[in-house]
């Protein structure tokens, strides 16, 4: 059974920072693409990071600069450093495994407020 669980969402004031943390369980971790995606209320999921299973790294636009990504394939585990957080930031962050197939997992919620 394929599990993704994210960890280290929770309230920070704007300038602050967290760690995502994704643990994965069920699939040969290192041959996975791994994503973080972001959903905020009322809108679309966006693709907010990427690392490719050789350890290339993407970002979009709106994080470049802020947002690091990160893989420990001896911990099957995926990391999204969050630094300098703005309140737009404020979504439920999920990651997702893909390659042959696609996985889920069940999301954290990230509050970026005073």
């Known amino acids: 059974q394929v599990q993704l669980v994210e960890s280290g969402g929770g309230l920070v004031q704007p300038g602050g920072s967290l760690r995502l943390s994704c643990a994965a369980s069920?699939?040969?971790?290192?041959?996975?693409?791994m994503r973080w995606h972001r959903q905020a209320p009322g809108e679309q999921r966006e693709l907010v990071a990427s690392v490719t299973s050789a350890g290339t790294t993407n970002y979009a636009d709106s994080v470049k600069g802020r947002f690091t990504i990160s893989r420990d394939n001896a911990k099957n585990t995926v990391y999204l450093q969050m630094n300098t957080l703005k309140p737009e930031d404020t979504a439920v962050y999920y990651c997702?495994?893909?390659?042959?197939?696609?996985?889920w997992g069940q999301g954290t919620q990230v509050t970026v407020s005073s």
């Open positions: 997702s495994a893909y390659s042959v197939d696609l996985y």
């Open positions: 069920g699939i040969i971790f290192r041959i996975y693409n």
